[in-house]
């Protein structure tokens, strides 16, 4: 059964909005935390936001700031990434991950999430 579940990438120019949703169908716990990573050709994977499930609280990484937004649905159980001013460097697989169990407030360390989706691809032309 998929836990994660990505929707909402796709092909835009630079400077444009894209909204990404992360349902949570099979995950068998409420999440301490869940995340953004993305992935970009070549690169490591990286922290992108994360949403502290009972608190609401957020952080992002420097280079979205002020263009990119996490919130959560507690209703739907659902986590969204609402991407604004997009730029070409913003090129990647964008992945939803939640982690179970407190390993440190909004971490970059992929192995401290127990859950992964499949990504979705967000391009950004020039």
């Known amino acids: 059964q998929v836990q994660l579940k990505e929707s909402g990438g796709g092909l835009v120019q630079a400077g444009e909005s894209l909204g990404l949703s992360c349902a949570t169908p099979g995950l068998p716990f409420l999440p301490y935390q869940m995340a953004w990573f993305r992935q970009a050709p070549g690169k490591e994977r990286e922290f992108v936001a994360g949403i502290i499930w009972g608190t609401y609280s957020t952080a992002y990484t420097d280079s979205v700031k002020g263009r990119f937004t996490i919130s959560r649905d507690n209703d739907k159980k659902t986590v969204f990434l609402q991407m604004n001013s997009l730029k070409p460097e913003d090129t990647a697989v964008y992945y939803c991950?939640?982690?179970?169990?407190?390993?440190?407030?909004?971490?970059?360390?992929?192995?401290?999430?127990?859950?992964w989706g499949q990504g979705t691809q967000v391009t950004v032309s020039s």
């Open positions: 991950a939640a982690a179970r169990y407190y390993r440190g407030d909004f971490s970059p360390n992929v192995n401290h999430y127990d859950y």
